[in-house]
C-alpha cells in the first residue's frame, strides 16, 4: 500500500511540473490550473516613448517551443532605439500550453 501511495505521490508530481508550467518573473505567481500575469522586467531613465514593440514564445506540451523572445527582437520590430522600459506577460493553461510576450516601449 505504501509504494502505491510513493507511486501516485511521484505520478502527480510530475504531472504537475511539465515543462510548459514555468514559474514567470523570476518564479513568481505561477497558477497550477491558469496563469495570466503581467509584470514589469526593467525600465531605463530615458522617457517614455510612444512606439511599443513586441515578441513572444509559446511551448506546447512541454515537447515544443517556438518563437523569438528577446527584448532586441521587439525593440527591431517596432524600431526603437531607445528604450525607456519592458514589461513581460505570461499566460499558461494546465501546464500544457504557455505564452510569453515582451513588451517593449521607447522611442
Excluded: R, W
Excluded at 523570476?26 to 490550473?33: D, F, K, N, R, T
Excluded at 518563437?67 to 520590430?77: F, R
Amino acid at each position: 500500500m505504501k509504494k502505491l501511495v510513493y507511486i501516485a505521490a511521484i505520478a502527480v508530481a510530475f504531472m504537475f511540473s511539465s515543462c510548459a508550467m514555468f514559474a514567470p518573473m523570476g518564479g513568481q505567481l505561477s497558477g497550477v490550473l491558469y496563469t495570466g500575469v503581467q509584470a514589469p522586467v526593467t525600465a531605463t531613465s530615458n522617457e517614455v516613448g510612444t512606439k511599443v514593440g513586441t515578441s513572444s514564445c509559446i511551448n506546447v506540451l512541454g515537447l515544443v517551443s517556438v518563437g523569438e523572445g528577446s527584448i532586441q527582437e521587439a525593440a527591431k520590430q517596432a524600431g526603437i532605439t531607445k528604450i525607456s522600459h519592458v514589461d513581460k506577460k505570461t499566460t499558461g493553461v494546465l501546464g500544457l500550453f504557455s505564452k510569453d510576450e515582451i513588451f517593449v516601449y521607447g522611442e
